[in-house]
């Protein structure tokens, strides 16, 4: 049976990359520092731990002992030489949320110093319990913003990542963090696979709360709302949303290949806010006005290039934006309208 750890288990993408590993029949761990929000794990061990410290790193990725069972994780230090090594260690931990988290400023140093440290503890421990492959889930919003001034026309090109100018320090962290990966593939052989993810969206996902994303969001408001919706902004920014089963097909295939990336994992169907409003509404069956409000917006335009992912893996996501819409917005409905 081979074995994979998740980390950030409990977070939206790390639930539902728990729940696809075990249909394909791996033993799980996941770890988080809280447990999904909204549905169960799926994970046949499921730890509750920090993952900024390293005591914690070290003992979630140990597998000594390990006999198809869920294992107590013991806190505290093993001779290196005994361990067994995961198959496969995702790591989707990070100190992160919507635009209202990552772009209004006051999260910045929160986010920089916390996923730098987890990422910092994964990487060194991933060479130290030589597990078998990483991933690290990196994030479009470390492209350079001046690319991304044109709503109509940004480049997103992985090559175009350099010179470098994110517009967020979550950019700025996620951008370092590539490198360390890189930097210890270099020089210790740690077979790593980097993603940039543009905007993942599906159900079970955060709503409401502060942290949510734009589909989410605007799924929420739209299930709130029988005459007008506020929307962040002119609107006219555009972005493209991949439904979160296409991500996790995405992930696995790209862990499992022999490129190391970074590539982009994002769909390229690019639509504007207001756009996005609008399916929404039709999904829905309502007539609603958008009120443009005041708001962090990020950049003004951003779309995954689909070239290198094609290239590389042969694939790419293709799923319409409308049809995964529907998922969530029938999910978020229910839990707003209780019905
Ligand atoms: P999420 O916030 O739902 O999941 C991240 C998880 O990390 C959370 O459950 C959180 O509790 C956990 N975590 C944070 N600090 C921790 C700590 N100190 N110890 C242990 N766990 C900790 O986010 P997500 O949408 O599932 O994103 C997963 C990864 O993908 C993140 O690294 C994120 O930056 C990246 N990403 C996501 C998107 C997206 O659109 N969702 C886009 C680009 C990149």
Redesign the pocket.
């Known amino acids: 049976m081979k074995t994979a750890l998740v980390?950030?288990?409990?977070?939206?993408?790390?639930?539902?990359l728990v729940k696809k590993l075990k249909e394909e029949g791996f033993w799980v761990r996941g770890?988080?520092?809280?447990k999904?929000?909204y549905w169960d794990t799926f994970a046949d061990d499921f730890q509750?731990?920090?993952?900024?410290?390293p005591r914690?790193v070290e003992a979630v990725m140990r597998l000594e002992g390990y006999e198809g069972q869920p294992l107590p994780v013991a806190y505290h230090r093993y001779p290196f030489s005994d361990a067994l090594a995961f198959d496969e260690v995702y790591?989707?931990?990070?100190?992160?949320?919507?635009a209202g988290y990552i772009f209004t400023g006051n999260n910045d140093a929160n986010v920089m110093h916390?996923?730098a440290?987890?990422n910092l503890n994964v990487v060194k421990e991933a060479v130290q319990q030589k597990v078998k492959r990483v991933f690290?889930?990196?994030?479009?919003?470390m492209y350079p913003e001046h690319n991304q001034l044109d709503p109509n026309n940004p480049n997103c090109e992985e090559s175009s990542a350099y010179p470098a100018n994110p517009d967020s320090e979550?950019g700025w962290e996620?951008l370092f963090s590539e490198r360390l990966y890189l930097a210890f593939a270099r020089n210790y052989g740690l077979t790593v696979r980097i993603a940039?993810?543009?905007?993942?969206?599906g159900p079970y996902?955060?709503w409401k709360g502060g942290?949510e994303?734009a589909p989410a969001a605007i799924c929420r408001k739209v299930a709130e709302s029988t005459e007008e919706i506020e929307v962040w902004g002119d609107g006219q920014q555009t972005r493209s949303?991949?439904f979160?089963d296409e991500?996790i097909e995405g992930v696995l295939r790209l862990t499992r290949s022999d490129f190391e990336g970074p590539v982009n994992i994002g769909s390229d169907e690019m639509v504007t806010i207001n756009q996005l409003v609008e399916i929404t509404s039709k999904i829905a069956g309502k007539k609603l006005t958008i009120k443009h409000v005041d708001g962090p917006t990020g950049v003004r335009g951003r779309n995954s290039d689909n070239k290198l992912i094609q290239e590389k893996l042969g694939w790419s996501p293709s799923k319409p934006l409308e049809d995964g819409l529907k998922q969530t917005y029938e999910w978020i409905n229910k839990l707003v309208n209780n019905n």
């Open positions: 980390l950030g288990a409990g977070g939206f993408i790390g639930s539902h770890v988080d520092i809280k999904p929000e509750i731990y920090d993952l900024r410290d914690n790591q989707l931990a990070a100190d992160m949320g919507g916390n996923s440290l987890i690290y889930s990196s994030s479009a919003c979550y996620k940039r993810f543009h905007n993942i969206f996902g955060t942290k994303k949303f991949l979160v991500c």
